[in-house]
């Protein structure tokens, strides 16, 4: 069987780390023979050092818009420059602080502190350009929004572009990919059809929604409505999750 996970709020809770257990639980599911897919809004740059023992596993970044296999990066979707453009009006008419990667490099501005900001590229893998050196942009997100500024982005995003846009519960963020990307998709580029699947947020719902069997990690209670429609519902707490891995072997 495929086994796909989620990484922040579904295998680390921290930001930072995935525990040893959930390591221990995974190279055990990989060992009785299955396949282990890891999906994640970072791009393939910042997945890496959460799963430093995983590399040569399939990942799938940027929330579907970048995969890497046998260690080989290769995007799926780049903005259509067009709507970059409008990207880019947004952050200027806004003032808003954001994180553009292109396909290795990114551009960012933070000007508040952020939990987002430990997730940048934190093992200096990649160089930090200028807005307008990013010709080929993966994935936008704009940080540090309240609820309303979040609200009016996406709706401005929605009307004036075909760009696949997504608030995360609790974060202040829109994460931005071209038109129609997302986990599941990707997985369906991967011909990957039967498949145990792992999320925690609004990022996974599709992924899920085309599982054999879902698992929601409960990391966002305001979201539990979302987890109601899963198979199994987790506590996000390491032992907890690690057990459950271990319960498909």
Same mark, same amino acid.
């Given at each position: 069987m495929k086994y796909i996970f989620d990484v922040d709020g579904t295998l680390s809770f921290d930001? @930072?780390?995935?525990? %040893?257990? =959930?390591?221990?639980?995974i190279d055990d599911l990989i060992a009785a023979g299955n396949e282990v897919i890891f999906a994640s809004a970072r791009p393939i740059r910042d997945l890496l050092p959460m799963i430093p023992t995983f590399t040569n596993q399939k990942l799938i970044g940027a929330n579907g818009a970048m995969i890497s296999i046998d260690q080989k990066v290769r995007v799926i979707s780049k903005i259509d420059l067009e709507y970059y453009d409008f990207l880019k009006e947004l952050i200027n008419e806004f003032q808003l602080d954001y994180i553009v990667d292109g $396909?290795?490099?990114?551009? $960012?501005?933070?000007?508040?502190? $952020?939990?987002? @900001?430990k997730? =940048?590229? %934190?093992?200096?893998?990649?160089?930090?350009?200028?807005?307008? @050196? +990013?010709? *080929?942009? +993966?994935?936008?997100?704009?940080?540090?929004?309240?609820?309303?500024?979040? !609200?009016?982005?996406?709706?401005? +995003?929605? *009307?004036?572009?075909?760009?696949?846009? +997504?608030?995360?519960? !609790? @974060?202040?963020?829109?994460? =931005?990919?071209?038109q129609n990307i997302n986990k599941a998709y990707t997985l369906e580029y991967l011909q990957v059809d039967k498949f145990v699947a792992f999320g925690n947020d609004r990022n996974d719902l599709e992924m899920l929604s085309e599982a054999q069997q879902s698992i929601w990690i409960n990391s966002k209670p305001s979201l539990l409505n979302f987890g109601k429609k899963a198979d199994v519902i987790c506590e996000a707490n390491s032992e907890k999750v690690a057990q459950l891995i271990k319960s498909f072997i």
């Open positions: 930001g @930072e780390t995935i525990a %040893p257990v =959930i390591n221990s639980a $396909s290795w490099n990114y551009s $960012s501005r933070i000007t508040q502190e $952020s939990f987002i @900001e997730m =940048i590229d %934190p093992k200096n893998l990649a160089k930090q350009v200028a807005l307008e @050196e +990013i010709v *080929e942009p +993966i994935k936008t997100i704009f940080v540090n929004l309240d609820d309303s500024l979040q !609200g009016k982005l996406m709706t401005l +995003i929605k *009307e004036k572009t075909t760009l696949n846009a +997504i608030g995360l519960a !609790g @974060e202040g963020t829109v994460d =931005i990919t071209s």
